[in-house]
């Protein structure tokens, strides 16, 4: 008649407890039984709220009158809490008439144990009973935490919808710091679907509803949601200024787990930098903090950039193995989204080592699985590499860019996509893909002119490795293209070349300097329209590496 649970803990058996119950219905006045239930809740509420507190810090939905209840580390506070959250759960059925504000504090523990475990099927059955109590706090503050995770599963379309009715509650409630979190939520996610202005909108605005002091770990959390989405958009000092402000406030509000993806986002700003060392120990204090916290989810997403920074490397091989084993992490944490990125990581690892067949079936099924989720950036990217390595395939096979009409397709609704949420950086390096495409085909006064499109989007928002490649990529095309013919072409060509080599800064990728001294030895031998565009088959195009950092100086805004 009694199971044991774990350890020193036991359950009765469902007959016994029906049994205990109506005994206890018979028995016990009500006001009796409710005090002692309510006893319960605020007991489990206080050390439920302790052990969150520890690993989120003391953000506005974390109270701080509690102590930390004899729990000598995080670890065992966290394993208290693994052990007794069924009980838990069960106590919140049984929760009639007993104080909403308890209720409440419990739910909202609940709630957040949940998405730090993935445990979406309980968070489900909270969602469940906060309807049936059908209190507006209390649903809210559980709505809340449900368009969270349906967004951790990659249903965007479906958080979105979620947070936004969310955000409405609390704005009629005047609930401003519960408006703030849930615009927060909502921001992250048009982010993850690709919606950068909106996205930047919202977490502004969510920033100055946290102008207050205590709500300092709350901005923290925005501010590094922001700060990604800055990052895409190329606004790399603001990105760093707005991690290395909320790091500070982190470590002042005692979040550990905000810590662990202010570093994360830091590791991620620094690959998009080129500094390779920094971004691997960012990555790795990330790590650390994630496995203190128990956070799969974001064990896995630092295990997929630290791949990425052997990538970044050229270190191709461990690359690929990283990647491969992030991705079975992602998969079984059901992070979609995890999942589509690392897959589109091991695409152009696998690249990097040659094998262009599985490099193409990985960004194919990246590909598909941002457009399932509706992620219009991550779909961009996809397309964007996806095309690029179908390209080259073709091109080995027949030896000329001849057979390009798929890759120019999926690079033209890459650009579409780039063009349609703003994301100028992404948009000017498929330009120049595109480009390669047409001079390739001998249509070089339209490459020439993708080469000029190209240059104005690097040039707004200040990218000067980029802009070196379009200036020169259009150099190479000038004798082919230019209105006066050859002659007139060739000398405007070394002119631009010339100065191109005078204008040499820190950013510049290296692959740029040698392109540029031997492609002027190349037209002073002269060259002839008969033998077409050469710089491809002599290998004086962008690599894939070359786009991966933006050369951006950390000055500019």
């Known amino acids: 008649m009694i199971d044991r649970v774990r350890h020193s803990r036991y359950r009765l058996h469902d007959l016994v407890r029906a049994f205990a119950l109506a005994r206890l219905l018979d028995e016990e006045e009500p006001?009796?039984?409710?005090?002692?239930?309510?006893?319960?809740?605020?007991n489990y509420a206080e050390l439920a709220d302790s052990v969150l507190r520890l690993v989120d810090?003391?953000?506005?939905?974390?109270?701080?009158?509690?102590?930390?209840?004899?729990?000598?580390?995080?670890?065992?506070?966290?394993?208290?809490?693994?052990?007794?959250?069924?009980?838990?759960?069960?106590?919140?059925?049984?929760?009639?008439?007993?104080?909403?504000?308890?209720?409440?504090?419990?739910?909202?523990?609940?709630?957040?144990?949940c998405l730090l475990r993935g445990d979406l099927y309980r968070l489900g059955e909270i969602n469940e009973l906060a309807q049936a109590v059908d209190e507006g706090l209390l649903v809210r503050s559980v709505q809340w935490r449900t368009g969270i995770a349906a967004r951790q599963l990659g249903e965007l379309d479906k958080a979105r919808t979620t947070l936004t009715s969310v955000v409405d509650l609390y704005r009629e409630a005047q609930h401003d710091a519960g408006a703030a979190r849930a615009l927060t939520s909502l921001g992250i996610t048009l982010h993850h679907q690709g919606n950068l202005t909106e996205a930047s909108a919202k977490l502004r605005e969510a920033l100055d509803l946290q102008a207050a002091p205590e709500l300092a770990t709350d901005r923290a959390w925005t501010m590094h949601a922001l700060a990604a989405v800055v990052r895409d958009r190329a606004g790399l000092?603001?990105?760093?200024?707005?991690?290395?402000?909320?790091?500070?406030?982190?470590?002042?509000?005692?979040?550990?787990?905000?810590?662990?993806?202010?570093?994360?986002?830091?590791?991620?700003?620094?690959l998009r930098m080129g500094d390779v060392p920094r971004a691997e120990a960012e990555l790795r204090t990330a790590l650390e903090l994630y496995g203190r916290t128990r956070d799969a989810r974001g064990e896995a997403w630092a295990l997929t950039e630290l791949a990425r920074t052997r990538l970044v490397d050229g270190?191709?091989?461990?690359?690929?193995?990283?990647?491969?084993?992030?991705?079975?992490?992602?998969?079984?944490?059901?992070?979609?989204?995890?999942?589509?990125?690392t897959l589109y990581y091991l695409g152009q690892a696998l690249e990097e080592t040659g094998d262009l067949d599985r490099a193409v079936r990985a960004l194919e099924r990246a590909r598909t699985m941002f457009s399932r989720m509706r992620d219009v950036y991550g779909l961009a990217c996809a397309r964007h590499h996806s095309a690029r390595v179908t390209r080259d395939q073709r091109a080995a096979q027949t030896g000329s860019l001849r057979n390009s009409g798929f890759a120019r397709q999926l690079l033209v609704d890459a650009r579409a996509d780039f063009?349609?949420?703003?994301?100028?950086?992404?948009?000017?390096?498929t330009c120049l893909e595109l480009a390669v495409v047409d001079a390739g085909n001998a249509r070089t006064p339209q490459a020439l002119a993708l080469c000029?499109?190209?240059v104005s989007l690097f040039a707004s928002y200040g990218d000067r490795r980029g802009?070196?490649?379009?200036?020169?990529?259009?150099?190479?095309?000038?004798?082919?293209?230019a209105p006066g013919g050859t002659e007139v072409g060739t000398a405007v060509a070394q002119e631009e070349l010339a100065q191109l080599g005078r204008a040499g800064h820190a950013l510049r990728d290296g692959k740029l300097a040698d392109c540029v001294e031997a492609y002027q030895l190349l037209l002073e031998r002269g060259v002839t329209l008969e033998s077409g565009w050469q710089a491809w088959h002599l290998g004086m195009v962008p690599s894939r590496h070359a786009r991966e950092v933006m050369g951006i100086p950390l000055d500019k805004r």
């Open 467 to 481: 802009e070196d490649w379009a200036r020169f990529l259009r150099c190479t095309l000038l004798p082919y293209a």
């Open 237 to 270: 000092s603001e990105a760093l200024d707005l991690l290395t402000e909320s790091l500070v406030l982190h470590r002042a509000g005692e979040s550990v787990h905000g810590q662990a993806w202010a570093h994360f986002q830091l590791g991620q700003l620094s």
């Open 315 to 341: 270190d191709a091989s461990p690359a690929v193995e990283g990647l491969r084993r992030a991705a079975d992490r992602h998969r079984d944490n059901e992070d979609a989204r995890g999942e589509a990125w």
């Open 419 to 429: 063009q349609r949420i703003g994301v100028a950086h992404g948009e000017a390096w």
């Open 452 to 454: 000029d499109e190209a």
């Open 57 to 113: 810090g003391n953000m506005s939905t974390r109270s701080d009158r509690f102590g930390p209840y004899g729990f000598t580390s995080l670890d065992e506070a966290l394993r208290w809490l693994d052990d007794e959250s069924s009980f838990i759960t069960a106590a919140l059925r049984h929760a009639e008439g007993v104080d909403r504000g308890a209720v409440l504090n419990l739910l909202g523990a609940l709630c957040d144990y």
């Open 31 to 42: 006001a009796e039984r409710t005090a002692a239930q309510e006893r319960l809740i605020v």
